[in-house]
């Protein structure tokens, strides 16, 4: 049977373990003795002298020595007491690495009786040696899509004691998603495993830390801790996301070509190529195609050609987002045209009297016309105007028609043509005109008879002139036109001397031109009174009157006559 005296502290105590019964029994085997290692140089490790059954200080007269072969001398006799000490500090873990049972053997030498006497001494662990990990970062990678159950081995911690000073358990820090699996080598090596309870979601936390302790078993215990860091790989589990379910602006019509109109915007959450967003048009016609631009990497928006507001006024188009790997998202974009003022007003005649009558009557209708403007609100609002000093006026008719109409008489001998100007402005800012010539032609009417310079002539002709000779001209203006002022002339029906004036003069009717159709004699016919009528051709013709006095001037044609 063995005694285990063990000291309730195994540091600095020497502990002797020897064989109970008679020490011819204890001669007969070992001697045992046990000591903690790393205690002081002197240590008590066995009472030596008593144990060979000597006095103390018969150890040096009998030449009591250690003998072991060559090692270094771990103990000592100490000649004084009489007992086995320690000749320096043991390390067991460098005497005996990880044998579970660390002993040293030597023999003392009784040099009297030349006995040799064997010793063991059992150096017992003591836990000087924390456990620790090959590194104090441990990397784990775990993809986002891991299913939970999956385990990760991690790097193990080592300590060089033994028994339950050796590293005894792991121990995890408490956290959602991980839990720990330790595993145990047939060299009751244990073998810690990160095991994931949870799912991970790497948009929600991309690195976990956690801290793994390894425990040994002393007393107290000791422990060292490694962090680990759990890297979640990303995998392509998000689409991305536009900011707005749809864009919309609104933008006038006059933008310049490549003005950009809005942007759009999505996000998605993954990283690298999986989060890469680029756009693109969904449902596009070809021509929308080539007003708009979007720009794929920015998500610009922007005009390819300029925008009309006329020709369309809203534009609906769909977009894309698109991640690395597809996945993608639509989002739709409204576009609202703003009208600009534009367009300038147009006017357009419906219907015109190429020649008005001099006479026509007052608010007669000379022209049809309407007004008309692409634009839409007040730069669609037409109105329009003429001059103020004209016989005319505007009035409107029914929507955009418009008259025009005269309100002044018109004379043609004043004014024969009109070239109206119509200036239509709609009502934008800046109001847009422009005008429009209206001509009008005023036609003749036979509203002028012909007029003589003066009421009457006087005519001087010397007698004796020659039969047929042209003796003078009348001419009458008549400031109609045409016909209307096409004049004849006539001599009135007369008798001079009981003779119709006929006999005496004609007229040309045409030219005016008046010719005497006879000699006249002086001593005869002193002086002709005649009327000239000129007459226009207008129907009816207009007529006036002019009076002539012929006079008859003598000559000496009468020799003297002795009449007794
Ligand atoms: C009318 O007047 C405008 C400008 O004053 C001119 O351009 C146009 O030729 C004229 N029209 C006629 C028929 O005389
Ligand atoms: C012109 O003279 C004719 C005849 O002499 C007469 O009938 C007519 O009324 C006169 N006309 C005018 C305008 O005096």
Not at 43 to 56: Q, R
Not at 232 to 255: G, K
Not at 374 to 395: A, H, M, Y
Not at 516 to 539: I, K, P
Request: proline share 6%; net charge negative; with cysteine.
């Amino acid at each position: 049977m063995a005694a285990q005296p063990w000291g309730g502290d195994c540091r600095g105590f020497v502990l002797l373990s020897i064989l109970l019964g008679t020490l011819w029994e204890a001669w007969a085997g070992r001697i045992l003795y046990s000591v903690s290692e790393e205690t002081d140089k002197g240590s008590f490790v066995g009472d030596i002298a008593k144990d060979l059954g000597l006095e103390p200080r018969e150890l040096a007269e009998r030449g009591v020595r250690i003998v072991s072969k060559g090692k270094t001398q771990l103990f000592a006799l100490n000649p004084r007491s009489g007992s086995l000490v320690t000749a320096g500090r043991i390390d067991r873990e460098e005497l005996c690495a990880q044998s579970p049972r660390c002993l040293v053997n030597f023999n003392i030498l009784m040099e009297d009786k030349m006995n040799l006497y064997p010793i063991d001494v059992e150096i017992i662990d003591i836990n000087d040696n924390v456990p620790r990990f090959l590194t104090e970062e441990i990397n784990v990678k775990i993809m986002e899509t891991a299913a939970p159950g999956v385990r990760f081995p991690l790097s193990e911690a080592g300590d060089p004691d033994v028994g339950t000073n050796s590293l005894q358990s792991y121990q995890l820090s408490p956290n959602r998603h991980f839990s720990l699996a330790v595993q145990s080598g047939d060299d009751g090596t244990k073998y810690p495993e990160l095991v994931l309870e949870q799912l991970l979601d790497r948009e929600e936390e991309r690195v976990h830390h956690l801290v793994l302790t390894a425990s040994d078993g002393g007393d107290p215990p000791l422990s060292s801790t490694a962090r680990i860091q759990v890297t979640v790989v990303d995998v392509n589990d998000h689409a991305p996301v536009f900011s707005l379910p749809q864009y919309q602006v609104t933008v006038p019509e006059n933008v310049p070509v490549g003005t950009r109109l809005l942007t759009i915007h999505a996000i998605d959450l993954d990283e690298g190529v999986n989060g890469e967003v680029t756009y693109s048009f969904r449902k596009i016609t070809p021509k929308l195609l080539q007003m708009f631009h979007l720009n794929s990497l920015t998500g610009e928006l922007s005009t390819l050609e300029g925008l009309d507001y006329e020709e369309t006024a809203f534009y609906e188009m769909e977009v894309q987002a698109q991640d690395g790997p597809g996945s993608l998202t639509k989002a739709k974009v409204l576009i609202t045209v703003l009208d600009m003022n534009d367009n300038a007003p147009e006017v357009t005649v419906m219907s015109l009297s190429s020649s008005v009558p001099e006479d026509t009557p007052l608010g007669t209708v000379i022209a049809l016309f309407y007004l008309q403007d692409r634009d839409s609100g007040k730069n669609g609002e037409v109105t329009c105007t003429i001059p103020e000093n004209l016989p005319f006026k505007l009035e409107n008719s029914i929507d955009n028609y418009y008259r025009l109409v005269t309100t002044k008489n018109l004379d043609r001998e004043t004014l024969s043509m009109y070239n109206v100007t119509l200036k239509a402005t709609d009502g934008g800012t800046p109001p847009l005109s422009r005008e429009t010539h209206i001509s009008v032609q005023v036609a003749d009417t036979n509203d002028n008879p012909p007029t003589f310079p003066h009421s009457s002539y006087s005519v001087y002709i010397p007698e004796n002139n020659p039969r047929g000779a042209s003796i003078f001209l009348v001419t009458a203006q008549d400031h109609d036109s045409e016909e209307n002022a096409q004049v004849t002339y006539s001599l009135a029906e007369d008798t001079i001397q009981g003779a119709p004036v006929s006999s005496y003069v004609s007229i040309n009717s045409d030219t005016g031109v008046l010719y005497a159709l006879q000699s006249f004699d002086y001593e005869q016919l002193r002086e002709l009174q005649l009327r000239v009528t000129a007459r226009d051709s207008g129907n009816p013709p207009l007529c006036s009157n002019t009076s002539l006095n012929l006079f008859v001037l003598d000559q000496n044609d009468n020799a003297p006559e002795i009449l007794y």
